[in-house]
């Protein structure tokens, strides 16, 4: 029996819609199977581009170039560092100069036509033994001239000499020895020179000798001496003398006069500087 022909149009149909399906079906997968590919090559492509790294380290390059900008060249360290070693350098220049001018002041002295101050001597210590200027080779001296009935200005001479002399021993012991010559040698003996001395200071060094070889120590130091000759026992007269301290260095050179302008501390100072600047051995 012969299909009608409305059967055969609705199998047409039926035919076509599956058609469609499969076409439609078809399609939308390649679709999608080809999305995916396009999408990894367009990341790959803004990979190679603009990589994440390269942003986040220009951005780091941005942070640091501010930081930069806001502390300068120098940071607080090189700052200090910079303080401290114009500090030192202040400090060495001044040291310097002032090193160099005692070191003229000593070589001054020294000069062709210059007074010599200081010389050989032999006199008499206040223990009664023989005392010349070899035994104060080897050290700094402190020198001064005074005398035993003086009312006034040897006391607080005397006492201003102990101040320095234990100042500087602080510092630099045993780079000084002080000595006490009289200009009066008639009533300063040995004996009294040692009881005088020794109510001022242990450590001092008391020197007498005859009229004549206390006469000539007192024109190698350039010390007015006015004390009459022949003197008669109980005899009353006037010694005159010079007020200074000289301070002579371990040769036997005159170095420096420390006068009353001087206070026991600024003369302690001159006297420990000095010593501090001497490059031979001292003497112990």
């Not at 109980?234 to 301070?247: A, N, P, R, T």
């Not at 005159?254 to 010593?275: C, D, M, N, Y």
Request: net charge positive.
């Amino acid at each position: 029996m012969a299909p009608s022909s409305s059967l055969l149009r609705s199998f047409a149909q039926t035919q076509s819609r599956r058609q469609c399906r499969r076409f439609l079906s078809t399609t939308s997968t390649s679709t999608l199977s080809r999305r995916p590919a396009a999408t990894l090559s367009q990341q790959c492509l803004r990979s190679k581009h603009q990589p994440p790294e390269q942003r986040r380290y220009k951005s780091q390059s941005v942070e640091e170039a501010k930081s930069r900008y806001r502390t300068g060249p120098f940071s607080w360290k090189a700052g200090l560092l910079f303080i401290v070693a114009g500090v030192g350098l202040v400090y060495y220049f001044e040291y310097e100069k002032q090193r160099m001018q005692r070191k003229r002041i000593a070589e001054a002295t020294k000069g062709v036509g210059r007074p010599k101050v200081g010389g050989n001597f032999e006199l008499v210590d206040q223990e009664g033994r023989p005392f010349s200027s070899a035994d104060l080779r080897g050290k700094y001296s402190l020198v001064y001239f005074g005398f035993t009935h003086c009312p006034d200005i040897c006391p607080e001479e005397l006492d201003k000499m102990a101040t320095m002399y234990d100042l500087v021993e602080a510092k630099h012991p045993g780079s000084v020895v002080p000595i006490f010559i009289t200009c009066d040698p008639a009533r300063d003996t040995p004996k009294v020179l040692k009881e005088y001395l020794a109510e001022f200071h242990p450590g001092f060094v008391g020197l007498t000798g005859t009229y004549e070889q206390i006469k000539e120590v007192c024109k190698l130091y350039r010390v007015y001496f006015s004390t009459p000759r022949n003197v008669k026992p109980g005899q009353d007269y006037l010694v005159d003398h010079s007020i200074y301290f000289y301070l002579m260095d371990p040769e036997g050179d005159f170095v420096e006069a420390l006068g009353r302008q001087h206070s026991p501390e600024q003369a302690a100072k001159v006297i420990w500087e000095h010593t501090k600047d001497w490059k031979g051995q001292l003497k112990k």
